[in-house]
């Protein structure tokens, strides 16, 4: 459909029944690897790791799947990481 993702994620799973409960993670981390993220306040909590992001290159960076885009693409995170 034109200006619509239907895409899957990497996971297989559709991404729109996730939206602001998952992200996207560089291939260092297994999909499922889980991400608290502490700061900033405003997108604090868990989030798994169900979608691919060639452009994350650590765990401060992640691609948090939604329809706006919250943060700045370079805002640092304060992020714990469960695998």
């Known amino acids: 459909?034109?200006?619509?993702?239907?895409?899957?994620?990497?996971?297989?799973?559709?991404?729109h029944d996730y939206l602001g409960k998952v992200?996207?993670?560089?291939?260092?981390?297994?999909?499922?690897?889980?991400f608290y993220v502490l700061?900033?306040?405003?997108?604090?909590?868990?989030y798994s790791c169900l979608d691919r992001c060639p452009a994350c290159t650590d765990n401060?960076?992640?691609?948090?799947?939604?329809?706006?885009?919250?943060l700045p693409w370079n805002q640092e995170l304060s992020v714990m990481v469960s695998y």
């Open 1 to 15: 459909m034109e200006g619509k993702c239907e895409s899957k994620m990497a996971s297989g799973l559709d991404w």
């Open 23 to 34: 992200v996207a993670c560089g291939f260092e981390f297994p999909l499922g690897t889980v």
């Open 39 to 46: 700061e900033p306040e405003r997108i604090a909590g868990k």
């Open 60 to 70: 401060k960076q992640l691609d948090f799947l939604g329809l706006t885009q919250k």
